[in-house]
């Protein structure tokens, strides 16, 4: 959470238009609170409060999915973690909405479908974001590759697709 909003401020500082949309649950236990109250301080104190737009409270999948359809581009900016893979991301990937993720091993089974940051702090967010978009508006091959590829893998990793890869084990 930290890093997203001071990337969303490098952005400012550099005269970029964006917002970003923080869609993160909180869970009913004092460091999530703790949390997200760090980050809204952290837009108020960079006064991105017209930029930055919080959902904290638990949303039914097809509101998650509405929210990321409208996107346009879906960003885990995931920091160190322990985690060994991230369903999260794959969430991501079924909008259809192009995917970037922050270059960590457990977005490994995932490496080709989605866009790679440059980095995990806040200038290489902004950077590698603004590449990814500029690519978006100038309709590079690049991107749209990458989005054939995660087209290709939502549709081996529909519900159908792996019942039926199920059967036959």
């Known amino acids: ?19 970003l949309a923080m869609i993160n ?9 703790q949390q997200i109250d ?4 952290r837009v108020v ?10 959902v904290t409270r638990f949303l039914r999948d097809q509101e998650s999915m509405q929210e990321l359809v409208q996107a346009d581009v879906v960003v ?6 322990g985690e060994s893979s991230s369903a999260a991301v794959r969430y991501g990937l079924a909008s259809g909405r ?6 960590l091993a457990i977005f490994d089974n995932v490496g080709d479908v989605v866009h790679r940051l440059p980095g995990t702090a806040p200038p290489d967010l ?11 508006r100038d309709g590079d091959p690049v991107l749209a590759d990458v989005q054939q590829r ?10 159908p697709a792996l019942a039926l890869s199920l059967i036959h084990i």
């Open 1 to 19: 959470r930290k890093e997203s909003s001071a990337a969303s401020d490098v952005y400012k500082r550099q005269g970029v238009d964006v917002e």
């Open 25 to 33: 649950a909180e869970y009913p236990v004092d460091v999530s609170r």
């Open 38 to 41: 760090q980050a809204v301080a």
């Open 45 to 54: 104190q960079h006064g991105l409060q017209s930029r930055v737009r919080m």
């Open 76 to 81: 885990f900016p995931y920091q160190g973690t």
């Open 98 to 103: 192009p995917v970037a993720v922050t270059p």
């Open 126 to 136: 902004a950077a590698g974001l603004r590449q990814l978009l500029r690519a978006s």
């Open 150 to 159: 995660a087209a290709q893998w939502r549709a081996e990793h529909r519900y």
